[in-house]
């Protein structure tokens, strides 16, 4: 064996030493027989911890729950309840418990909640005359055994179908932890796929203009991974490299998403990370760890191995470089890819990268308005549209660009070509647009909207004062100024007027807005306030009948509002 040879596997032999260290020492840090399951069936998984999803890290387990509402949901260590919070979109119906130990635990889209919980919960949203609401009761109101029955799984909020999102907190940081690291049972003897492998160049035609990518298909054959038909790929300079990975558990055909990503450069580690926990103030720069154009171009997420200066996840190893590497003209390099999951499952993809010669200097395809710093505070000023940015809402430093075209028979003002909807914005940015000729009586109705890949106008908020119309926004694009007149639409589901409901348990109507979107809604009968559950994905209101409601002829009114004031009304007579 000569030395070269043994140099490359003691290296190898300490790679795979301290990847088993770490994993062991994250999972160590946690108690693995304090917490009980929270279901009484076997754990198969939707989605696992920091998955990949929009604008954000996944922050706990979804559990499916054999595609059905309804399963008893159980404490899973002894605690009591620390927070109650209904939303229309989100998590839903969620519930969380404190326990002894410094963690909370939060269980989300749930249908129901035990009979003395939905009890005072009901009794402070009529209080209130609110469906959506946030409770901090007492730590003496409701106590629970590890064991009991706190409520029970759904498919409220924004979930997808019916399962239990789980999550497992640092009571006093709200750091959030992979469950996994807790001795839950969920069988995985399944390794992470490889699907795309990205090459960046950051040259001056990177600089110029949009990031110079390459995008490569990984192929398997034989359980082994391979790229270019293992032929080397050309680079030059500066090169950067992104993966598109996806776990898959035992039981379950979801795409989940990887615990970490190594890359080694001939056998040195130029990045690493792994997603042991997640900070919720952080969790947007997911828009920054991933190739975010490629995903809004291609819906492809390749995850960069080199980190933005603007990036703040903590996620990844501090004693490497930003992942960002050398090629030289000519000479010829190893790179090895080890993709793994919670359960120790290791996938691997090795290529050659040979260096070549540089490409001359392109001019860009339009000139840069200005340089905008990630780290200063940024402005533009042009005819009919100003920006203020604040600093550290970039990842990077980019030449921005803008340009403006006429207004339409739809808007109120030219629209504003404000750089490219590809590079995303991690803070708020300030801004106002000047109107054109706009009628004094519809002046309050004015908001500013982007449009998006069909040329649909989106709603971007915002308030017209001393002639423009401002908001805020964590988006480029285009922007125009629009006017917002028309009224929200209520559709009833099963409710007519004069008509008779003593065989119903419900009132459903569906309610609609064109572009600023329902603000408010309230829903009386025989003039007093009742609960009307909002379930935002499909559009729908729900009245659930109770017994206080005597037998006899009733009058129900819905009054709706969207965003810009405009006022709908739907009213009925019903026999009950």
């Known amino acids: ?54 604008n954000h890290f996944h922050s706990g387990l979804d559990i499916k729950t054999q595609g059905v509402e309804n399963k008893p949901v159980y404490a899973p260590a002894d605690g009591y309840v620390s927070r109650i919070k209904i939303q ?26 035990t009979e003395n919980i939905a009890t005072y919960l009901k009794e402070q949203q009529y209080k209130k005359e609110s469906f959506e609401i946030e409770l901090f009761p007492d730590s003496n109101l409701f106590r629970v055994k590890k064991g009991d029955v706190i409520a029970y799984t759904g498919n409220t909020g924004s979930s997808g179908g019916p399962h239990l999102h789980f999550e497992i907190r640092d009571t006093k940081t709200e750091s959030v932890y992979n469950p996994l690291f807790f001795g839950f049972e969920v069988k995985d003897k399944t390794p992470p796929a490889i699907t795309l492998l990205a090459v960046y160049s950051f040259d001056e035609n990177a600089r110029k203009g949009p990031q110079n990518r390459k995008v ?70 997911i828009n920054s760890h991933i190739d975010y ?16 200066p603007g990036n703040q996840l903590k996620i990844y190893e501090t004693k490497i470089s ?33 260096g070549t010669k540089p490409s001359p200097l392109l001019l860009p395809d ?34 921005f660009m803008y340009s403006s075209k006429a207004k339409t028979k739809q808007t109120y003002s030219a629209i504003h070509n404000i750089h490219r909807n590809t590079e995303p914005l991690q ?33 971007e908020g915002g308030k017209f004062e001393n002639g423009t119309v401002t908001t805020k926004t964590k988006s480029f694009g285009s922007f125009a100024v629009m006017a917002d007149t028309t009224k929200p639409k209520i559709t009833p589901v099963n409710i007519t007027r004069d008509g008779d409901l003593t065989a119903a348990k ?56 969207d965003g810009k004031q405009n006022r709908a009304k739907y009213e009925a007579h019903f026999h009950r």
């Open 216 to 285: 490569y298909a990984v192929t398997k054959t034989g359980g082994k991974y391979m790229v270019n038909g293992g032929k080397p790929l050309p680079a030059s300079g500066i090169t950067g490299f992104g993966l598109e990975v996806y776990d898959q558990l035992d039981g379950a055909d979801n795409k989940n998403g990887a615990y970490s990503i190594e890359l080694l450069k001939d056998s040195s580690r130029i990045y690493y990370h792994a997603i042991d926990e997640m900070q919720f103030h952080l969790t947007r720069f």
């Open 293 to 308: 154009a490629e995903k809004k171009q291609n819906s492809n997420t390749i995850q960069k191995s080199f980190v933005e």
């Open 1 to 54: 064996m000569n030395l070269e040879f043994r140099i490359i596997a003691w290296r190898v032999l300490l790679f795979v030493l301290h990847s088993i260290f770490l994993i062991l020492n994250c999972q160590a840090q946690h108690p693995k027989d304090f917490f009980r399951s929270p279901l009484d069936i076997p754990l198969f998984l939707s989605g696992n911890f920091g998955e990949i999803r929009t």
């Open 427 to 459: 803070r708020d940015y300030t801004l106002s647009i000047t109107p054109d000729s706009v009628p004094e009586n519809i002046k309050d109705k004015l908001l500013i909207v982007s449009f998006n890949s069909n040329n649909n106008p989106i709603s």
């Open 88 to 113: 229309a979109g989100g998590y839903g119906k969620a519930l969380y418990i404190t326990h002894s130990n410094g963690y909370t635990t939060v269980y989300g889209h749930l249908n129901s909640y």
């Open 366 to 399: 339009s000139i840069a308005a200005k340089t905008f710093y990630f780290d200063s505070i940024n402005s533009f000023k042009s005819l009919g549209m100003e920006l203020q940015m604040p600093d550290f809402a970039l990842y990077r430093d980019i030449d």
């Open 506 to 561: 419900t009132i459903k109507v569906n309610i609609s807005d064109n572009l600023s979107g329902i603000s408010y809604y309230r829903g009386s009968i025989d003039g007093k306030w009742v609960l009307m559950e909002y379930d935002a994905k499909n559009s729908l209101l729900t009245y659930t009948f109770d017994q206080i409601l005597s037998k006899g002829k009733h009058y129900f009114e819905l009054i709706l509002t």
């Open 322 to 354: 930003a992942g960002k590497t050398l090629i030289e003209e000519g000479k010829k390099y190893n790179f090895r890819y080890s993709v793994k999951d919670v359960a120790g499952n290791t996938s691997i993809l090795e290529f050659a990268v040979e």
